[in-house]
């Protein structure tokens, strides 16, 4: 496979503080891909977390920063991300985690089921943003909370988008998402190419259509992509583009990664 990804600008405001994540099944192949660009501040300092498995915890991949894990999957071929949405109320007795949630399930469970049920045990919800899990069997589900009450939005012809609107009510505010719409454009675009299997780079260029060039606040603050992610949970490929440079991406076969054994963070610059 090309590492080398279409980075298509879509000029939007709010450089940073956004996110926009696709999963997608291919249905000629079966092959599951998902992708991610995650919008934010350039002074961060983001890294890659590999953490092998252990007699109690499953080996697993990270990407974020200040020991929060802000996507990832593990070697079940559990994947999730999170995307911030307009606050909400959640549900009475339930607490909004200031952990490495992120971390947490992936180091437990192995399928969407039981990280929705992992979530329902901790009694965990999250009031100003929702939580996309998919799994290697074609299943996954958006996780949100709205006026304290659970909404669960399942995978829907093959095919999976969040961005920063609260899907199971758009009046809640970031609505229309002029990135959520151009990832539609382009996955009706990509349905009606010829009879060949969409390819992990296929997709990786619909979500390019999303990204956000680096622009500064009025306090000068630089934001925007700060990495895309592209993983082939099938194959267990993974690939990430720092800064909308590609010239600076890494490329790693997961399932070897994860058998190395040894723990290790690799500092994207």
């Known amino acids: 496979m090309k590492l080398f990804f279409t980075l298509a600008i879509l000029l939007v405001s709010k450089a940073a503080l956004a996110c926009s994540v696709l999963y997608y099944v291919d249905s000629k192949t079966g092959k599951i891909y998902v992708a991610n660009n995650e919008d934010y501040w350039y002074k961060v300092k983001p890294y890659i977390q590999v953490i092998p498995k252990s007699k109690k915890e499953l080996g697993r991949l ?97 095919q999976l988008i969040m961005t920063n609107f609260l899907l199971s009510d758009t009046t809640k505010g970031n609505y229309p998402c002029r990135r959520y719409q151009a990832i539609e454009s382009g996955l009706k675009a990509l349905s009606q190419q010829s009879n060949n299997a969409i390819t992990l780079r296929d997709v990786g260029n619909v979500l390019s259509r999303a990204v956000q060039p680096p622009a500064k606040d009025a306090k000068g603050n630089v934001g925007g992509t700060l990495y895309s992610t592209f993983i082939n949970i099938s194959d267990m490929e993974f690939v990430l583009v720092y800064k909308l440079d590609n010239s600076k991406i890494t490329k790693l076969d997961l399932k070897t990664e994860l058998a190395i054994g040894t723990k290790r963070k690799i500092k994207l610059r």
């Open 62 to 158: 990270w990407y974020g920063w200040n020991n929060l894990a802000q996507g990832g999957i593990n070697e079940a071929g559990l994947f999730f991300d999170g995307a911030t949405t307009p606050e909400q109320k959640i549900p009475k007795g339930y607490t909004d985690p200031n952990r490495n949630l992120g971390d947490e399930i992936l180091s437990t469970c192995k399928t969407v089921d039981e990280a929705i049920a992992y979530m329902e045990e901790k009694k965990f919800a999250l009031k100003k943003a929702h939580i996309m899990f998919g799994d290697r069997t074609g299943n996954a589900v958006v996780m949100e909370w709205i006026d304290g009450v659970k909404k669960i939005i399942s995978i829907h012809d093959h």
